[in-house]
């Protein structure tokens, strides 16, 4: 779970709670019209935009967001380097065993492979292709989450024009005008509060996250290949070390 | 058909069309001048712009939009892991049969090439020009829709300050002021709601379509050059699954 | 002449007069301080930006713009195979009766260094020169009137300000900011219109030409090139039909 | 000199100044808080983002800026031209008596290091390290005008919200909101025009000139490298010719 | 310690506080409730966007920006030329006495794998793997404090909408819409404030220094693997000049 996205969301809703109620009263700002035309315009857009399986997904897409753990890559070398030296001890089916004890999937279809006796360069290939394709699938959750917080402010402008221009039709005289307009800038701030705490954010950390599991899946594929060519613990360490910063690499060298 | 474009229009549609109702009264947005100077304001930007065909041809290029229905991509692997079975058992000449059976045009001149004995060299070449040309032709159709998009607000703001100066200029006491602005900010609401819930969001989804067409696309070129070479069907469905996700893979071995 | 620019700006000046004269009255919007800040500053911001020769080239690249005439690319191809029949039939010298009727100055270069007997790499050399030499100065064009068309929303804001502050301090009562405010709008209004209808869109449809005659050139060079290895007027059109799309081709076959 | 900026400086301040007075008073607009806050603010941010020196060397960018004075090619050529015929004549030392009459320090470097007999690889590596250290230099320059452009408008509604706060929190009836208006947006007028009539149009010019000034030294260079390897007069204009139009290159050829 | 940074700052709040108390009061900007909206939504939006390690190396980040020192080129050449000298007449190993005396832990790690005899191209590319590793880390400073300098502007407007909702809801009448507009646009001037006199430049403030430290790591790259393969002084200095000005190469030339 990642924690600084949870207790930011959680700060930033006790932020704005705490001033609106300073000064004002939240009443004033649960607003059903407001709520149906910034949360049901972004919707209709984003399914316009989008396709249906696309746009389904986008759940499951914010789900891993905030839930998404990172292995940290000190431990995916460990982890790689007792691959590595099972294998030169006992051969590649020892390593066997060890699938059963691994969560990661795309480690998983890197030693199944190595055990099977595919050659380096079509494991190489095929574990190269499927990070590609995870950086795509990541990118289109980025686009989709980018293009609700770009819908947001868009839609609570529509809304808080339906108010005004409804308002000011209507009003009798100017000493109206003050409660009316505070009833069409409801929805300005939810798009504005929508987008710039919940989409673009999410979109932000969405990229962040493709960064890093694209790191770990890089670092596992040349981990696996050097393993397959049969290198020592020794050098697996190293080839993997290439992709961490120096002062994490003196951490692993004790660890090990 | 693409659902899920028809529902975000017909969701979108009730969406504001209740919040209006629910704020004021639809008749207040009914208002001729508005409509023609957004919509009348962006065609003559749009015709401008552009070229007289490219103008005409957005109609198509948005029917073509709504309309679109992509063929999943394990149906053209299943498809073309027959001819290659057709080919390798009763030779290329026996595909012609097939033919009358295939309503996807470009899969047809493939095929009629391969029956033909064109070299797979040739094929190919003349198929990715093809991918090209279709690439460039959707990207002309999104430029048109974006640039529709960015026009609509533009000559619904001119639209709100003709609206303003003329009601400023013959308003007699502040009083009126609410009234006439009303009218005026209708323009603003038709820009807004045109440029957010129509065309920002087709000119996406026509760039999601070229991308889906384009994969089928590349994928029926593998196929038909992998036939070209004579290569059995599952070498032939291998080529082809390269470009799609090892989850689906899997459904695809099921099937043929 | 371009039917679609000159009908485009044409429609969109009925439609905006038509609004205005249904809302209020032309009059209000012909002020003489609206179009000098709009129009004066806009020309001192791109005479700054641009050099005296570039700035003074605009009014030719918009008359160019409005009656730019593309040749058809059948037409192209129609013309250089027959100049491909003629060298076989009767060598290059005999093309020099041809020049006289050509009025597109790189045909005519074209041919001419077909005619002098240049070899075939030193023709294509100074051809794709020229190509590139022209895709220079038209984008500069499109940059011009870019710039234009965002420098006229900015000055329109000065000069709304200007209004705003001078009436603002010599108002005596509320009840007047209406009529002057009515004034300072119409800065903006000219602002907007002439960025929307009128600079972005021209450079729009200059970045359009300007992608036309690039691929003219090319099919030209393309044409030349083959006629100047002797090629046959069959091989000359295929070579050129490689630019356009296969539905064109169809009838270029019909018409040679 | 370059004509057309300051001419555009002048003609913008006329506009500007006309209007001012034809629609209020020049008196209105001279606001010391406000230029303090917009070129105050402006000069701050300035700093902060780049370092000293660059900020220090705005000043010598913006006088070359507005001084610069360009050779023009054809001028470049004839001289390059007489260069290659008196080392054709007399000998790479004979040149020696040229230098003290070329103003260009460019030129003076490439002549140098002809006489000084270095080798042509090492005399073209050296003129290109050159040109690309200019255009980093002017880049930057550009970069700085273009970050002070962006800054006035923001330092400006900075002031404009300071005025706004005090004036509205200190105002007794609603009648004294338009004189106070008027002061606070002073800020922003000068914000706007600050940026639209200097800052942005002049980075835009200091562009221009970086286009040019590489082109003259590309040409400075490819006819240095002509004369070091001994080509006739005819083969370096021919060289040097390259660079520019094909209308300005009959030009040249009737002056040499 | 760099020096416009700071005097940038400084100059900028005495510019703004002098204005404030010129036209009103500070009192009445220093309100808590615009502090929580703007500074606490910016820091839960950009926790929601980083890791929380990325959010917590902010600090530091800022630090280094304030406090960095460059080192300047020909200081580096001098030092290296030395080396250059040392390890000629000594050999390698006589370097191991200067170590002591650096402060780059850069210059030192070059060093200390020259001393350990290791080969010119592990060396290089060890190197040039540090300086991308650093660019990286530099570059998500600038990106997060970018995010930062976009974020503040947003949770501005969002302050200044729930301030405007509450006044207006509860207000008795159109005089009291000044007062509480004062209190509602604090938030607004401290959006804008933050992002243009702190983020934004800040972050430009990186971006310079990180292109400074990149130049300076690749003449120390430069300069050790020529000192590796025993070069003389005289080539060291050459090799590490080439990254610097013609004008600044001068004065190195006296110096050594």
Chains 1, 2, 3, 4, 5 share one sequence.
Request: hydrophobic letters at 50%; aromatic letters at 6%; charged letters at 20%.
């Amino acid at each position: 779970m990642d924690i600084a996205t949870i207790l930011g969301i959680i700060f930033g809703v006790i932020v704005i709670i705490g001033t609106i109620q300073y000064e004002g009263n939240i009443g004033l700002f649960i607003n059903i019209p407001a709520f149906a035309i910034v949360f049901g315009g972004m919707t209709a857009a984003t399914m316009i935009h989008f396709s249906m399986g696309q746009f389904l997904g986008i759940f499951s897409v914010i789900k891993k967001t905030l839930l998404h753990k990172a292995v940290p890559p000190q431990e995916l070398i460990r982890r790689m380097v007792n691959y590595a030296a099972i294998n030169r001890r006992d051969g590649a089916l020892a390593l066997e065993q060890e699938i059963p004890k691994i969560k990661d999937g795309f480690m998983i279809k890197g030693l199944q492979m190595l055990i099977d006796g595919q050659d380096v360069e079509s494991i190489r290939e095929l574990m190269e292709m499927e990070v590609q394709y995870l950086e795509e699938r990541h990118s289109m959750g980025k686009k989709i989450l980018d293009f609700m917080g770009s819908s947001c402010p868009s839609f609570a402008m529509v809304g808080t024009l339906i108010g005004l221009v409804s308002m000011l039709s209507k009003m009798e005289s100017p000493d109206e005008v003050g409660r009316g307009m505070a009833v069409a800038l409801v929805c300005t701030f939810w798009g504005a509060l929508a987008a710039n705490l919940i989409f673009l954010p999410l979109g932000g950390k969405l990229g962040q996250h493709s960064k890093t599991e694209k790191l770990s899946m890089e670092m596992i594929t040349a981990g696996v290949c050097a393993i397959a060519k049969g290198e020592s613990p020794t050098a697996v360490r190293e080839k993997m070390q290439i992709f961490i910063s120096a002062k994490r690499r003196e951490e692993v060298k004790a660890q090990v």
